[in-house]
């Protein structure tokens, strides 16, 4: 079920998430060293290809095999 708020207050939401974990994760805004992209990718690139991934998988497992799919 989607979330009942507001568009605006779930990029709140998300930002108020997002940032405090960038800041623990070493990113500093502004910063243009090589190495200060990493918390970036990590953040908006990989946590989400990994939590489409599992929802895949979820789903194969679940919804997949009870409808007789072939292994």
């Known amino acids: ?8 207050e779930r990029a709140a939401r998300a930002a ?7 800041a623990e994760l070493g990113y500093t805004p502004g910063t243009s060293s090589p190495g200060a992209f990493a918390p970036l990718v990590l953040a908006y690139c990989l946590l989400p290809a990994a939590l489409k991934l599992a929802a895949a998988g979820l789903l194969w497992l679940g919804w997949m095999r009870q ?4 292994d």
Not at 1 to 8: D, E, K, L
Not at 67 to 70: E, L, M, T, W, Y
């Open 1 to 8: 079920m989607a979330m009942p708020w507001p568009t605006a």
């Open 16 to 22: 108020g998430v997002a940032l405090p974990l960038l």
């Open 67 to 70: 409808r007789g799919a072939p």
